[in-house]
C-alpha cells in the first residue's frame, strides 16, 4: 500500500507539472507569432489577449488552491479531496487549453497574408454593423442582417447588399386571394 507522504509528494510533483504547464499556456507570444497578432484589428487583439490572460489566471488561481489543500492537509482522509482537486486541476488546465488552441488555430490563419486582409474586412463591417443606426433610428443589437420585403440584406457603410432571398408566403387581399 502507498502512504500518505508518498501520495502527497506524488500531488507535489503533479502540481509543479500543472504548473509549469499552466505558465507556457499563459504565454502568448507563444500561442501566436507577432504577424498574427498584428493581423488583427487593434481592438480584437487587445480583447482576445485579456480573455487568454484571465484564461491563464483561472488556471493559475485552481493550481494555488490545490497548493494551498496540499500543505493543509494533514490525514488520510484528505487524500480523496486532495485527487478530487488534482482532477479539477487537470479539468481546468484541458479548458483553457482547448480554448488557447482555438485561437491559436484562428490566429495561424491571419499569418496568411491574403486571408488576414479577407478577415480584417470581415473584423470592420462586424464592428460597423454592431455599432451602426437602423433604419428606424435605434442601435443595432448585433445583427447586420436586415429583412426586407422577403429578401436578406447585408447592410455596410450606408450600402446594402443583397445575399438571397428566402421563400416567403404569397401577400393576400382582403378576400384572402393572393395578390
Not at 502512504?3 to 505558465?23: G, N, P, V, Y
Request: a neutral charge; charged letters at 25%.
Amino acid at each position: 500500500m502507498v502512504s500518505t507522504h508518498d501520495l502527497r509528494q506524488e500531488f507535489a510533483r503533479e502540481l509543479e507539472h500543472w504548473k509549469a504547464a499552466s505558465e507556457r499556456l499563459a504565454d502568448l507570444d507563444a500561442v501566436a507569432s507577432p504577424q498574427a497578432w498584428q493581423a488583427l484589428e487593434h481592438y480584437l487583439g487587445v480583447a482576445l489577449r485579456q480573455s487568454l490572460a484571465t484564461v491563464a489566471g483561472r488556471l493559475r488561481s485552481v493550481a494555488q488552491d490545490f497548493n494551498a489543500q496540499l500543505h493543509a492537509a494533514s490525514a488520510d482522509a484528505d487524500v480523496d479531496q486532495l485527487q478530487a482537486q488534482l482532477v479539477k486541476l487537470r479539468q481546468a488546465y484541458v479548458r483553457g487549453e482547448t480554448a488557447v488552441d482555438f485561437y491559436a488555430d484562428a490566429l495561424a490563419t491571419r499569418s496568411i497574408a491574403r486571408t488576414a486582409a479577407l478577415l480584417r474586412a470581415c473584423d470592420h463591417i462586424a464592428t460597423r454593423s454592431m455599432g451602426g443606426a437602423h433604419p428606424n433610428g435605434t442601435r443595432g443589437s448585433g445583427s447586420a442582417y436586415l429583412h426586407r420585403q422577403g429578401t436578406w440584406c447585408f447592410e455596410s457603410q450606408g450600402r446594402t447588399s443583397t445575399l438571397g432571398r428566402h421563400r416567403r408566403e404569397p401577400s393576400r387581399d382582403n378576400q384572402g386571394h393572393e395578390a
